[in-house]
């Protein structure tokens, strides 16, 4: 093994980080966040349960990955780093009582002399704690620390052509996954039994390409759960005159392409969902028209408002945000957010995933496009029906 993408091309990214570390004056970034360690690096392992970075410092060409030692191989398999930039802590650093992974890290950080540095971290990401920060402030008293929460996810927000094409296989994927979906949800069948369906088809991938994990599991709302998002299958038996909400995402090499759609169990929905169902693809098609470089982002959510503004539709959340490379929990890469006051222009080959989510307590209705911005405009990385399914 090795990894996927070309030296070349993580040596672009890397360069791409050192110019923002240094408008942001920073010396030193300690990386924490599993996809921006594989954005730099092609580390992709599941051993973000326990400490791991990446360590990235003006002056060294070469990015470090330090982690558990029974992970190191992981990084050798993985990565495109030199033998001398990785670094594995022992097993007793483990959830241990007296001492801290960050410890260890602080350790390589002194041995290469960077201990007075103006040190970057990620202050507000999944995988790095409380104590992991503190850890590191009382190791390295000489250091003054800076937050660079979302630095790399900057640096990630557009896509190298490579990654364009890895997105595009996902949604190959994706439109495998809501077809399995489609078919295998029906009326007296369990909700589990549909959610293994689901998982099977995301981990199968197509006859050219497998498919991976997604950093979300299948959301998967009937009936009832409709009136909410983010909850998933229980043994439950789906019933006729049902809604069913899916948010669901094919993933290749950890890129995904997020793909949510609604089902009717029958055919006669209720007045409300259809009425809905029409003003969301009105106002989602208003919004798409919009997108295309040079527009700011708030104006892709002004379109949708002034797109469902003849109806009594009204949605506070915001519309969709950014998405690409990633882990659990959230496939979404926490920059762009499709909503008022979001000042961020448009770029050729950024990836937006607009789901404009309506729930009521009757009913509730979802719809999403995942799209890419192109010279000109957009192009969608799947090909999938906007429309409400009536499964009868």
């Known amino acids: 093994m090795s990894s996927v993408f070309s030296t070349g091309e993580y040596q672009e990214r890397i360069k791409k980080t050192k110019q923002k570390m240094t408008d942001k004056g920073i010396d030193l970034l300690i990386i924490s966040q599993p996809a921006n360690m594989n954005y730099l690096t092609g580390y992709d392992g599941w051993s973000f349960y326990v400490h791991q970075c990446v360590l990235v410092h003006q002056e060294q060409e070469e990015p470090m990955w330090l982690g558990r030692g029974m992970d190191a191989n992981g990084a050798r398999l993985t990565t495109f780093l030199s033998e001398e930039n990785i670094r594995e802590y022992a097993d007793d650093y483990v959830q241990s ?96 039994d549909a959610a293994a369906a689901v998982a099977y088809a995301q981990y199968a991938g197509t006859a050219q390409y497998a498919g991976d994990y997604p950093a979300i599991v299948p959301l998967m709302m009937a009936g009832e759960a409709t009136k909410t998002p983010h909850l998933t299958w229980t043994e439950k038996i789906y019933q006729e005159g049902e809604a069913v909400l899916l948010e669901l995402s094919g993933a290749y090499r950890r890129y995904h392409a997020p793909i949510a759609r609604t089902l009717f ?41 002034q797109g469902i503004a003849h109806s009594t539709v009204v949605k506070e959340s915001r519309i969709g945000y950014s998405f690409g490379l990633n882990y659990p929990p959230d496939w979404g890469e926490h920059t762009i957010s499709i909503r008022p006051g979001d000042k961020t222009v448009l770029q050729p080959n950024m990836m937006l995933h607009l789901i404009p989510g309506i729930w009521y307590d009757e009913v509730g209705f979802e719809l999403d496009a995942s799209v890419r911005v192109i010279p000109g405009g957009y192009e969608s990385v799947y090909d999938y029906p906007l429309e409400l399914f009536l499964e009868g």
Request: proline fraction near 4%; glycine fraction near 6%; hydrophobic fraction near 45%.
């Open 265 to 305: 169990l029958g055919k006669k929905p209720p007045k409300l969902l259809n009425d809905t169902a029409s003003v969301v693809l009105e106002g989602l098609n208003k919004a798409l028209e919009t997108i295309k470089p040079g527009v700011i982002v708030e104006e892709v959510e002004a379109a949708w408002r």
């Open 97 to 192: 009582t007296i001492k801290h992974p960050m410890q260890f890290v602080a350790g390589v950080i002194k041995e290469k002399g960077w201990e007075k540095s103006v040190i970057g971290v990620e202050m507000d990401q999944f995988y790095f704690t409380h104590h992991a920060f503190t850890s590191l402030e009382s190791s390295l008293p000489g250091a003054r620390f800076s937050d660079a929460n979302t630095l790399v996810n900057w640096v990630r927000v557009v896509k190298s052509d490579a990654e364009v094409e890895f997105i595009k296989r996902a949604g190959k994927i994706s439109e495998k996954v809501m077809d399995a979906a489609r078919k295998a949800i029906k009326v007296g069948v369990r909700e589990c």
